[in-house]
């Protein structure tokens, strides 16, 4: 591989390709899961390829294509929100938070979504095999690939295991860092009525993040990263010792990308790498901030040039950046995180590293923000919440429908996105193609 410590390469590490997928659920003006059947005014839910149902009716999931800029990303995901919106029933919602709104005691609101059989007896399957509430938790997965101006610069174009291990290092980072992402984007301090089980012992104050804790989203299995072969090996084998349902059901926070059928990684390398545990933020209309993935894409451009890690021991560091989360996201949200230090050095270096060099975004600022919540925890969305809702879940559940109504008065009454110039006639023209599965391009 060449060296990438020339500054002229780096740039094209952080343009990197970025996509991403937002779920929410619609609810009702009660703040309830919607009764309602899936929007009439959206191509049938089994043909739509981005503005589509999740695993539940009410899990409605927004998936943007991949781009170079996270402008443009969020251009499309603004403009999918507006579709999406106004084909909401009367006093329907999205709801903004990562766990879901308040359940009924036998969860009977829960409904699976109606698509291909294939997918439905699997979902139906993972409701009863697992806790049907972890069904309805919702978040964010960034996705990020290597451009090919990023590949010639790396001169590995053609080198599929060299591409493999650019990205295996890029995705071992994320993992051993996922405890800093939690910290700095965890969003979800509580959970409310009906979604635990009246036997959990469950946190008895808000937390930073409790989906990204045990009690979140997950299955308890984690496949290794040491290689394509041992990643692959592990899912396949774990669906078929009965640890894993299917080999979609693997949840690992960073998922290695190729095609729908995980063997293709073998023969054909890894093409993206899908980072997927960050809380919704209530806090951004669309779920999400531009500061969350230009991070994600800082950090990958980071491990991607630098190469920091030795792949025959990531699993165990991978384990102990695990703990590492656990304890992060069970923290109080107020509070000095513990691993303040190690947090502080791994963002001076991200910002060393963005130094002097051309990027896409404000990196220097993001570093020094980063740096600012890091040594005030008050600033992060969890603590924002929780004091803004003085720890109280009757506070916090009003506020969030605050946000939900807030957000679709602004969207829903807003010029279309990435579309301003145009004529109303011509936006509602342009939001109708979104409606019915057909998309546009927005620069």
Known sequence: MKSINATHLIPDLINSKVGLEVETHRINEHGELSRNDYPKGLLD????????????????????????????????????????????????????????????????????????????????????????SRTAETGVHVNVGLTDAALADLGIANDKAAIDAAYLQAAVGLMRYRWLLTYLFGATPQAFSHYFAEDTDTPGQPVRSLRNSHFGFGNGFLASYQSVADYVDQIITAVKNGQLIAEREYYGSVRLKRSPEIRDLLSQGIDYIEYRTFDLNPFEPYGISSDAINLIRLMFAYFVAEQPFDLGSADKAIATAEKMNETTALELPQTTMQYHDKAWDF??????????????????????????????????PSARLARWSHGSMDTLFKLLMTFSKGYQDDLIHNPTIGFEKLTPTEQQAILEKLRQGTNVEIN
């Open 45 to 132: 839910e089994k043909q739509h390829h981005f503005i589509k149902n999740d695993f539940l009716e009410t899990q409605s999931e927004l998936i943007t294509p991949p781009t170079t800029t996270t402008t443009q990303a969020l251009k499309y995901l603004g403009a999918y929100h507006q579709a999406l919106r106004g084909t909401l029933a009367s006093s329907e919602y999205l709801w903004p938070y990562s766990m879901p709104p308040m359940l009924l005691a036998d969860h009977s609101d829960i409904v699976i979504a109606k698509t291909d059989r294939d997918n439905y007896q699997y979902r139906k399957r993972v409701a009863q095999l697992r806790k049907i």
């Open 347 to 380: 963002i001076d270096r991200l910002q060393q590293f963005s130094a002097d060099i051309l990027v896409p975004f404000s990196a220097q600022r993001l570093c020094f923000a980063l740096k600012e919540q890091i040594d005030n925890p008050a600033l992060t």
